[in-house]
């Protein structure tokens, strides 16, 4: 049976209404390096491991406080394009999309390749030692660069050019792909992790459509960079927590003024807008960072509810800043309120139900930058599905953050074949289909050195695309490994 094409109204339009075709998310295909580095034992957080030997720690710091177990770890012949390509031709040919039916292949990334050659060119390359030379000259590309946050802008842009009518009825694919890099034996080390994800992004999609009411938060700050001389990044912690945080909130705030006013959501009396959202998913540089975020968002919204009441007389009042002669005892009062609040029943029931299903992802797989929101959402959905979730017709929301610093926020609304297609994403076997590296191989792959047994790689390519040689002026080559 053939669909009819669904619309919806904008009715914050000057003079009127405009129709929009409802556009969203059909797909998502995930590619995940097969190798991983243990950082601590599930079963057993206190038993060491050889990371955790090595650094001197804790290995259940690792599991218990900031989320991860294990970090997926690029081989030798994988980059970010590689990467990118291996998740988009997985899409393309699950759904069976054609080069000519392609308008738009645009990359999202914060580790591209090139300074001036965009990983979508390259990607586009690959994919046409498949589907032929030539087969996506007409289809176009581009790389999308704000740190973490680009893959929301990248979404954004295809989003607004299928609205304006442009896609006469071709779809665009969205990647984010990315490899996050930290010195080793930095506070960084353990917050590494590699990963893509593609989404198929087209008129009347079968998984989700997107409300045309996107949040935005953005500022100038020094939380996060990487210099062109460096290979991996600077990073200030603390200060770029407090930057997540500000920026999501100003997002979500931003989002839910549009949302109310266009009626995409209405509360009522004693509700929050937050009870109109169900499954959501965050950036996630570590799981505890997202569902510290999620605490943040329920506090901001539930503020003068009576379920706030409710916790205040269980937890007690918030603090206050002008009780506090310095910024920093503050902000550890706030913290350990805060962890008070994550551990209260109200918190919980909503952070299992809505976001933490979602999270294995990053524990499993560790930081993947611009492909850690988008990630954990495949592994929301999938779960979900899995589960038998009664989410059609259900509205879920996510939030996106990138160091320097932006956030951006969203909505969309499960459609009736979500759980048939997020069932196909094949996620939860992808992170079983690894193999462990060793530490020492582990900081061989890190620093790019040569092994010193003569091997090229720890584990052989399976059917995928491959780094073949990078020449001495730069120029990389690329080829399927059959």
Avoid at 204 to 226: N, S, Y
């Amino acid at each position: 049976m053939q669909n009819s094409r669904r619309h919806f109204r904008d009715s914050n339009v000057s003079g009127g209404s405009l129709v929009r075709t409802a556009v969203g998310i059909d797909d998502i295909a995930i590619y995940i390096p097969r190798l991983y580095l243990e950082l601590a034992d599930e079963n057993r957080p206190e038993k060491p491991t050889e990371f955790s030997m090595a650094r001197k720690s804790d290995p259940s710091k690792y599991l218990h406080g900031i989320g991860i177990a294990r970090m997926s770890i690029p081989d030798t012949y994988q980059d970010s394009a590689v990467l990118a390509a291996n998740a988009i031709f997985e899409l393309m040919e699950r759904n069976n999309v054609r080069p000519s039916n392609l308008a738009r292949i645009d990359i999202a990334t914060e580790t591209g390749v090139d300074e001036s050659k965009p990983v979508a060119a390259y990607v586009h390359g690959m994919l046409e030692q498949r589907y032929g030379k030539g087969s996506l000259k007409r289809t176009s590309g581009v790389e999308y660069k704000f740190a973490c946050v680009s893959t929301a802008d990248a979404l954004e842009s295809s989003l607004d050019w299928a609205w304006a009518g442009r896609s006469n009825g071709r779809c665009s694919i969205i990647c984010a792909t990315d490899i996050a890099r930290y010195p080793l034996s930095s506070p960084g080390d353990p917050t590494q992790g590699a990963g893509a994800v593609a989404l198929l992004v087209k008129e009347d999609p079968r998984l989700l459509t997107i409300d045309p009411v996107i949040g935005t938060h953005m500022e100038d700050e020094d939380d996060f960079w990487r210099p062109l001389f460096s290979t991996t990044a600077v990073v200030h912690g603390k200060h770029s927590e407090r930057c997540y945080l500000r920026a999501m909130e100003g997002a979500v705030d931003n989002w839910a003024e549009q949302a109310v006013e266009s009626g995409i959501i209405k509360a009522g009396p004693g509700e929050s807008l937050v009870d109109h959202i169900g499954p959501m998913s965050f950036h996630v540089p570590y799981p505890k960072m997202a569902e510290k975020a999620f605490a943040y968002l329920l506090r901001h919204f539930w503020r003068g509810l009576p379920r706030w009441k409710e916790i205040v007389r269980e937890i007690g009042d918030e603090p206050k800043t002008e009780g506090y002669k310095k910024r920093e005892e503050f902000e550890k009062v706030e913290t350990d309120y805060m962890k008070r609040f994550m551990e209260t029943h109200q918190f919980q029931s909503e952070y299992l139900d809505k976001v933490a299903d979602g999270l294995v992802h990053a524990r499993e797989s560790g930081n993947s930058y611009s492909a850690s929101e988008k990630s954990c959402l495949s592994m929301l959905l999938e779960t979900k599905a899995m589960k038998g979730a009664d989410l059609v017709g259900k509205r879920g929301g996510s939030g996106n953050y990138g160091s320097g610093c932006k956030a951006k926020a969203s909505s969309w609304t499960l459609q009736e074949e979500w759980a048939a297609t997020a069932k196909k994403f094949g996620h939860v076997e992808k992170l079983r289909h690894r193999r462990p590296v060793s530490l020492a191989d582990y900081e061989i792959l890190h620093e790019g050195k040569p092994f010193p047994d003569g091997r090229k790689f720890v584990a052989e390519p399976e059917n995928e695309f491959v780094l073949v040689d990078v020449t001495s002026q730069g120029y990389r080559h690329y080829k399927f490994a059959d």
